[in-house]
């Protein structure tokens, strides 16, 4: 399976373009993201994408879960820089 993500999101760009208020695009831009590694704009996406339904249980969630993901990659370094008092 080739994971082609640059070209869905460009896709879901081009979609959200063409209809602003299309909550699935998107939710798969912010997957599309988050799948990238890019969770700093993932959260932003689902983040836009709350504006549409703020009540979406799944959607709440699933922006938690991204933002988690960039505190925990974030620490990242400290962690792996060894120098943190434990020798």
């Known amino acids: 399976m080739i994971l082609r993500y640059d070209d869905a999101l460009f896709d ?5 373009e063409l ?4 909550l699935k695009v998107r939710i798969r831009k912010a997957r599309v ?3 990238m590694g890019r ?10 994408a709350m504006v549409y339904d703020p009540n979406d249980a799944v959607l709440v969630k699933a922006g938690e879960e991204v933002k ?5 990659f974030d620490l990242l370094p400290v962690l792996l820089d060894g120098s943190g008092g434990g020798g």
Do not use: N
Not at 19 to 22: G, I, K, L, Q
Not at 40 to 46: N, Q
Not at 68 to 72: D, E, I, V, Y
């Open 12 to 16: 879901c760009d081009r979609a959200i």
């Open 33 to 35: 993201l988050t799948s």
């Open 39 to 48: 969770w700093k704009e993932a959260s932003i996406a689902y983040s836009r």
């Open 19 to 22: 209809d602003p208020t299309f």
């Open 68 to 72: 988690k993901l960039q505190r925990r």
